[in-house]
């Protein structure tokens, strides 16, 4: 089908915004407080993920040294390097399959992460850039507009309601502060929910998780029965590793009546190398 052509912020004509990837283009006010709170050095290497019509892009490349800007529409990803400056490389394609390591591969220094994300693939977004940082030294940070919820949750300390494996596995990894607040009328279309931009600074894990696998699987596992004791929500997830519990708990010194929700991040890093 031929969708309805609009004028984009360019001034030149886009296919209608698409649904199934996303698309809510940021408003020019909202671009420059974005942009204005990331800080771009004339050294950085941007990488962007979901460039759109380019609004973010172009206020980027005119800041850093270089824009690698990454886009799943066919159309789009056509259209922008004809109207970006000469800083920007475009490439069409679906974030979640690239070989980020591979693409950042000639970089001289950790790159810098911006997107203003599609929310329907936030999470697994997210998780490929926890993966990919390696402690800051490929991607120093990541400066990323979210649903206001999946953002609630990244922030969230031990004992409040959004904590959980978001914030668990990104708050190993990295620094998070939340930058922005934005309402729906930010973006054009209007998403039905409200959004937040947040800035991941990557480091070396806050505590030794030992296996990385490991640690994933027992914080998924516990986070799965989070009203429980710990003793009991761990129950599960310990018999698949092999191992005990209690033994677990006694190991790492952790008091098993707690809930799994009140855990530090490296509390759940020492209950992870006890598996070892
Ligand atoms: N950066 C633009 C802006 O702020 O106006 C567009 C943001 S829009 C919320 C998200 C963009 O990500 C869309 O252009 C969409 O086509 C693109 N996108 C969606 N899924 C993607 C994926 N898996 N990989 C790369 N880009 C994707």
Redesign the pocket.
Known sequence: MVKRPEIG?TGRLFPK??KR??????EPAW?AR?VDRMEVRPDDTIL??????????RPLAERAGRVVA????RI?AAELPGLMPPNVHVVE??????DLAALLATERRPVRVA???????SS??LFRLLGAAQGGSLIADATL?LQKEVADRLVASPGSGEYGVLAVQTQLVAEVDRLLSLPPGA??PP?KVSSAVVRLRFRPPVADPGNPATFERIVRGVFLQRRKTLANALKPVAHQLGRDAGDLLRASGIDGSRRPEVLTVAEFAALSRAVL
């Open positions: 912020d915004a698409r990837f996303g698309q809510h283009f940021l671009v974005m962007e993920i979901g460039a759109g019509r380019g609004a973010l892009t990454v886009e799943i529409d789009l394609g679906d974030v979640l399959d690239l997107g203003n994300l599609p929310y329907n693939v697994p977004i507009m973006f054009r998403p």
